[in-house]
């Protein structure tokens, strides 16, 4: 007569404000727009979230699988999650949630990550390549940041050009600080926001091998352009660009890391590239350059097939050490947007006139595509590939539905 009636019990996705570095890939991924933030935090509304787990596997850091069981009518609520600097504990629940019907518990636990299916909307794929080596992420956190030191701080474009764009050394003494090609690290800029914060990390992409930057050392590259006005051209200060390209040999910074588990190089031998990048999109492309470049005496490499895109040469990061590698080694492509007496040409065009290239190399399992670069450059790589197979009489919605699942195309973009 008195028993205590059901509730309703929730499985609650938040996101730990520790570990999410701010970079938005959950709220770009997620398919019914569960996700916001503000300047503090990345939360979960749980009044629209069903648990499809799409932004899960994209996460860079790990941060957006997390979860907690609550009363329904107690869940933590956006204004609670936009407030916090840690996760809460769990709470446990009271008796009569035990009671709750086996219908609903059968809805609380959604999927394992590896049983998803990519959405639709997913350009690339959300698995590595079968091949990619284990990554290690997570080692450093903005609570336990590792402290490197500036051994190189050098421009490596054009002086007389706007586009400053910065090659930075960071070596890591005798702290490990294991990486992959394809992988991130993030920057804790020093200061405070205009709230009074500490400011949030800032994601870079690594644009030096496994092995260093220097082979054998501890340490790595970043690929850094100072950042003086937004995408719509409009003044801006960007806090972390501005800091990094004004470093001095022997300065300090605090990294966390390192990210990404995805977006990683094939492992096996005779593996194929198919590289797509514009302006500092170029860091990942050039970690794997240089591994294929090490390694060039044990005969294990594929092709590589490079489309890069800046305004000119100029303006183009490595275009020096680029032109001096082995026309064998590597068939590069450059688009030039602004070049002076030169038609404008992006890289979507040179994929188009490269169309046999292309599918040769796509019709090769052990190839796979990766794409780095502004956001607004996912629809012209996609419309163009998808031309290029289309010529050749094939399906390009199999064919993605294929690199995708298989983890052979990856896209990071910002």
Known sequence: MNAALPVEVLKQH?????????????????PIDAITHDSNNYVVDPDICNGC???????????IDNWRLVVRTEAYSLQDQLGWDELPREQPLPEAAGAAPAEADATLAPAPAAAV?????????????????HPYVNLYTHKTP?????????????????????????????????????????ILPPGADAQGRP??????????????????????????????EDHQGQSAHGVCSNYLCDLAKNDTVQVIGPFGHTFLMPNHPRANLIMICTGTGSAPMRAMTERYRRRIETGENGRLLLFFGAR?????????????LPRDFIDINLALSREA??????????IRERAAAVRELLADRNTCIYVCGLKG??????????????????????????LRREGRLHFETY
């Open 377 to 402: 450059m996912e629809v012209g790589v996609l419309d163009a590939l998808r031309e290029v197979t289309m010529q050749a009489g094939q399906d390009w919605t199999i064919l993605h539905d294929v």
């Open 117 to 133: 299916a990519i959405p639709s909307a997913a350009p690339g794929a959300s698995v590595p390549p079968w091949s990619a080596a």
């Open 199 to 228: 400011h949030h990390a800032r994601q870079y992409s690594l644009a030096s091998p496994r092995d260093g930057e220097r082979a054998g050392y501890n340490n790595l590259s970043l690929t850094v352009k100072r950042v003086t």
């Open 146 to 186: 590792v402290t490197a030191t500036v051994v190189g701080n050098y421009r490596v474009t054009g002086a007389d050009t706007d586009s400053d764009i910065h090659h930075i050394v960071l070596d890591f003494g005798e702290l490990p600080f294991p990486v992959l090609e394809g992988q991130s690290i993030g």
């Open 53 to 63: 787990m799409a932004c899960v596997p994209p996460c860079p850091t790990g941060s």
């Open 14 to 30: 938040l996101i730990d404000p520790e570990i999410c570095i701010r970079c938005n890939t959950c709220e770009e991924t997620c």
């Open 312 to 324: 000119t040469e100029r303006e183009l990061p490595y275009f020096g050490p680029l032109m001096k």
């Open 341 to 350: 007496g030169q038609p404008k040409r992006y890289v979507q065009d040179l």
